[in-house]
C-alpha cells in the first residue's frame, strides 16, 4: 500500500471510530443527494434537457444547471407575478427558457388559484367547489406532449413536477413522451397520504409510471408535519426502465 493510501485509510478509520462517515460524490451511497444520483444513473451523456414544471421563482432551476455546463431548463410557471420573478432571475442566461404558461391534461385556459404564498399556488379543480379564497387569475394551459412537438424536443431527460395536487394531469398529458421512452427521469413532490390533497399520492404516481415503463428509484428532500413528525411530503424519482437495460416486464 502507497503511503498516501495508508495515510488516507488511517484518517478514514479514525473518522468512523468517531461516527464521521467520508464519502466522494462517486461513493455516495444513492437516494442522499440527488444530483448525484442522477448524474451517476445518466452516465457519460449526462443531463442535458430539464423540463422543471411548476417552477415558482426558479430555486430549483438554478439548482438544475450545476448538474453540467450542457444542462438547459425549461421553467413553466404560470402565474403572472411569480413568472416576472422567474423571467427576471434567469435574464440573460442563454440556458433557460421561462415559459410562462401551466402544463396539465389539456390545451386551452384554467384557473389557477392563488395559496397563501406562491408555492402553493395550484390550478383550480373542476369538481364544482368553490375556491378557496377569492384570488385567482386565467391562464394558459398545454401540455407535454403537445408542447414537444410544437418546440421540436425530442427528449427529455429530466421531467421535474410540482404542482400542488396535479401532478397527475401532468404525467397523464405526457403519456406519449413517457411510454416512448423519451423521457428518461421524472421527479415528482408527492405525499404519503391520500387525505394529503396538496401533493399528489405517491401511490397515485407509482401506478401511473409504472404503466409508462418507469421504475421508482428513491425519495429526496423529506418534509415533516409542522407540529408533529408525521412525514407529509418529499421528491421521488423515477427511472425509465430502457435507460438501465432491464425489461419493462421486471
Not at 399556488?121 to 387569475?137: K, M, Q, T, Y
Not at 398545454?142 to 429530466?158: E, K, M, N, P, W
Request: glycine share 8%; aromatic share 10%; net charge negative.
Amino acid at each position: 500500500m502507497s503511503p498516501l493510501r495508508f495515510l488516507k485509510t488511517a484518517v478514514r478509520d479514525a473518522l468512523r471510530e468517531r461516527g464521521i462517515y467520508v464519502f466522494t460524490s462517486g461513493s455516495l451511497p444513492p437516494n442522499l443527494e440527488l444530483s448525484c444520483d442522477l448524474l451517476r444513473l445518466a452516465g457519460s451523456s449526462g443531463i442535458r434537457t430539464v423540463f422543471d414544471i411548476g417552477a415558482n421563482i426558479g430555486e430549483t432551476a438554478e439548482s438544475f444547471l450545476s448538474l453540467s455546463p450542457q444542462t438547459e431548463v425549461r421553467a413553466f410557471e404560470p402565474v403572472s407575478s411569480t413568472f416576472k420573478q422567474l423571467s427576471a432571475r434567469f435574464a440573460g442566461e442563454k440556458r433557460v427558457t421561462c415559459e410562462r404558461i401551466a402544463v396539465s391534461d389539456s390545451v386551452g385556459e384554467g384557473i389557477m388559484q392563488f395559496g397563501e404564498n406562491s408555492f402553493v399556488s395550484h390550478l383550480r379543480s373542476n369538481d364544482g367547489l368553490p375556491p378557496v379564497s377569492g384570488e385567482e387569475e386565467v391562464v394558459p394551459t398545454t401540455t407535454v406532449d403537445d408542447y414537444c412537438r410544437l418546440s421540436g424536443v425530442a427528449r427529455i431527460d429530466l421531467l421535474k413536477t410540482d404542482t400542488e395536487g396535479n401532478d397527475l394531469a401532468v404525467l397523464r398529458g405526457a403519456k406519449e413522451m413517457l411510454t416512448s421512452g423519451r423521457v428518461r427521469f421524472v421527479l415528482s413532490e408527492i405525499g404519503f397520504s391520500a387525505r394529503n390533497s396538496g401533493n399528489t399520492f405517491l401511490g397515485d404516481v407509482v401506478d401511473e409510471l409504472t404503466d409508462c415503463g418507469f421504475f421508482f428509484y428513491g425519495i429526496y428532500d423529506t418534509r415533516h408535519m409542522t407540529y408533529t413528525p408525521e412525514l407529509r411530503w418529499a421528491d421521488a424519482l423515477f427511472v425509465h426502465r430502457s435507460y438501465m437495460g432491464a425489461s419493462r416486464n421486471d
